[in-house]
């Protein structure tokens, strides 16, 4: 989305990361360069722990002159954080975008690691970065309750583009679970503890048997189980549809079949499924925790709620026929407005220009 939204400038950008492509797997043929023009550079991951590549440090040092500026995305990991490193060194203005991992939820796990490396590497990076690039206000207010002192801020969101149309009956076809429902709830994300599938399964035990729901994504297979048997005990099994991973044509079925989209997350630093969701006219009922909630809740485009069974419920309940019209209507011009990837693309090249011009 980055590559695309600053070439789409005339911005010319090298992207250059590790082979990584999970664990203990190596991307086999990567391409060198993009349909949109973008330089890509994949080099060789040395381990598989911190994500090390003992070859990054000199070819950034030899490359990055090169370039006017950095943008960094990621922490905890090496190669974001020895770019920021040798960044400093050679005086070239830097970006750190921290892709929501300094939330509290994010610093709960491994803490104690976490917490040496925020001192001793993370922080400092931030500290010398020319603006930390958060993606909503929520991430801010977590970074500056991790790290006191003066840092620089650009609240950017993330553009993403618009599906396809995607065609309902296909899906309901495919899903006769989901037929004649009165409506139909999706999760669209990654199955993990960190989206709060147990309180969305719960709330489905709160509400009218004719509630269905949907739920898109892969995760840990165990987990999965834990949350089937969950379902299993509350007597709403045959209610929910397990979709697994979509994506593409798919996606966009499973979109335009859904009346509501539900993500009832602890803790998301933005929130791109429920982008996704906005851009096909879903509105979404989305966790407190979730990035984007606060915008989506004023814009009239959906509600956030507490991360609770009952919250979500309630929420769910208390929408009717007209107002679920409503918020679509206003889903759409949100995500048009906020969320693309033109937008995206203004907001950074300002950025850039203003880093640039100040130094």
Known sequence: ??????????????TVTTDDDGPGRRLSDPPTRTPHGTARVYLPR???????????????????????????????SHVPMRAARVARRLELP???RPCGILSAYGMSRR???????????????LRGAAAIHVTSAAERADIEALIPGRLTFAEIPLGIEAATAGDAGRWLARHPTLQGARQRLLFLSRVDPKKNLEALIDALQLLPGDVVLCICGDGDIEYRRQLELRARNAGVADRIVWAGHVSGSDKADALAAADLFVLPSFAENF????????LAGRPCIL??????????????????????????????????????????????????????PEAMGMALEALYRDILARR
Request: glycine share 8%; with cysteine; hydrophobic share 55%.
């Open 46 to 76: 040395t381990l598989h722990t911190h994500h090390y590549c003992a070859s990054f440090a000199a070819w950034f040092a030899a490359n990055a002159p090169q370039h006017d500026l950095v943008h960094i995305h990621g922490a905890f």
């Open 111 to 125: 803490a104690w690691v976490k917490a040496l490396s925020l001192r001793w590497v993370e922080a400092p990076a």
């Open 271 to 278: 929130g791109i499924a429920a982008v996704e969701a906005l």
């Open 94 to 96: 830097y970006i750190v």
């Open 287 to 340: 966790g407190e925790g979730v990035g984007i909630a606060g915008t989506v809740a004023a814009a009239g485009a959906g509600l956030a709620v507490a991360p609770t069974a009952a919250a979500v419920a309630a929420a769910i309940r208390s929408l009717e026929t007209a107002s679920l019209l409503r918020m679509s209507t206003a889903a759409r011009e949100l995500a048009a407005e906020r969320y693309s």
């Open 1 to 14: 989305m980055f590559e695309r939204a600053l070439t789409s400038r005339g911005i010319t950008v090298t």
